[in-house]
């Protein structure tokens, strides 16, 4: 199998503002040296708190957010040393399916023109051609063409996310960058999105790179999962692992507090972590394990020395005291 997107060291900083006159600026570390890859055909989760980085390094990848340093290999293209124009005709491969269906879509134009804009853009195919395409698109993610004149008001959310989804998929891409997804949604419609997104991943080839703060749908879709905290990867494995087994106590923390898993005494089990307080500052990151202050497992060692994401049992994880929660 083969790899499409390989990141390495990406960091993203911004600019705050100085204290004084004369002072120094501060930065603030928003992704610190994150690395991570995604095979074709493949869909790895990033998740993480708000603030944890997961939706900037996404960003980051695909350039919609400017990098302070690292590579995005995209089939082996350096994305962030391409010049605008060389990363313009990689656009048609990356796509984006943003969080509210309610606030992406223009709310002015009838949805078969929404649609069809990535394709009016690019001028990809003839008039006829694009029309059929857009047919074809609410076809596959269950609109009904009489609907393709409506405006975007006209629908429920679960079917404006649909919309989104099938603009897209109008230019073929290889990979799409799914941020939060079904959050904007009702439970209900948001099982119908996961379907929808599981099918077309099957049936096109597609690869998803999905962030979600919500562990239960990234289970639903994702084969690898990408744990963030503060701006770093703290655990990567697969689907299988991190959830029947995972090993840095702030993974075992997401998963005893998320509410869409229904956490049993069976294997995987993972018993109520009590932390406290809240991450520290991305201006000033700890010298050790950003984690240290609110982990039950804390040593002297973690706050004085810094973890590295290194091979630990099924996964990758950067803590040096990992190990299964007690059951």
């Known amino acids: ?123 990809i195919g003839t008039p006829d051609d694009r029309r059929a395409r857009v047919e074809e698109l609410f076809k596959l993610v269950g609109l009904r063409p009489d609907q393709l004149n409506l405006f975007p008001h006209q629908f429920s959310g679960g079917q404006r996310q649909r919309i989104s989804i099938a603009r897209a998929l109008t230019t073929n891409p290889k990979l799409l960058v799914c941020d939060e997804p079904v959050s904007a949604l009702d439970v209900a419609i948001q099982a119908q999105i996961l379907n929808l997104l ?26 690898d999962v990408a744990v963030m905290y503060l701006g770093q990867i703290v655990e990567h494995a697969s689907r299988t692992a991190l959830f029947e ?31 406290s307080g809240d991450p520290p500052s991305p201006i000033n990151p700890p010298p050790g394990c950003a984690f240290a202050e609110r982990c039950p497992r804390a040593r002297d060692i973690c706050r004085k020395t810094p973890p590295v994401l290194e091979d630990r049992g099924p996964g990758r994880v950067a803590c040096h005291v990992p190990g299964p929660a007690d059951a």
Not at 77 to 97: G, K, N, T, Y
Request: with cysteine; proline share 6%; hydrophobic share 40%.
């Open 1 to 123: 199998m083969s790899t499409l997107l390989d990141v390495r060291d990406l960091t993203v900083r911004f600019a705050m503002p100085r204290k004084g006159l004369f002072g120094p600026r501060p930065w603030l570390e928003a992704v610190r040296k994150v690395s991570f890859s995604l095979e074709k055909g493949h869909a790895l989760g990033i998740v993480g708190e708000s603030g944890s980085g997961k939706t900037t390094t996404a960003m980051a990848a695909i350039r919609l957010t400017e990098a302070a340093g690292g590579q995005v290999l995209f089939e082996g293209d350096d994305l962030l040393s391409l010049s605008d124009e060389q990363m313009r005709a990689h656009r048609r491969d990356v796509q984006l399916i943003f969080q509210d269906p309610y606030s992406s879509l223009n709310p002015r134009a009838r949805v078969a023109d929404i649609v069809r804009e990535p394709l009016d853009l690019m001028d």
């Open 245 to 275: 087994s995972p090993q840095h106590p702030y993974t075992q923390a997401l998963l005893s507090a998320a509410p869409s898993l229904a956490r049993r005494k069976s294997k995987g089990y993972v018993r109520p972590l009590k932390i």
């Open 198 to 223: 599981a099918k077309l991943k099957s049936e096109l080839g597609l690869s998803y790179l999905f962030i979600s703060h919500d562990l239960g749908v990234v289970r639903h879709v994702c084969d």
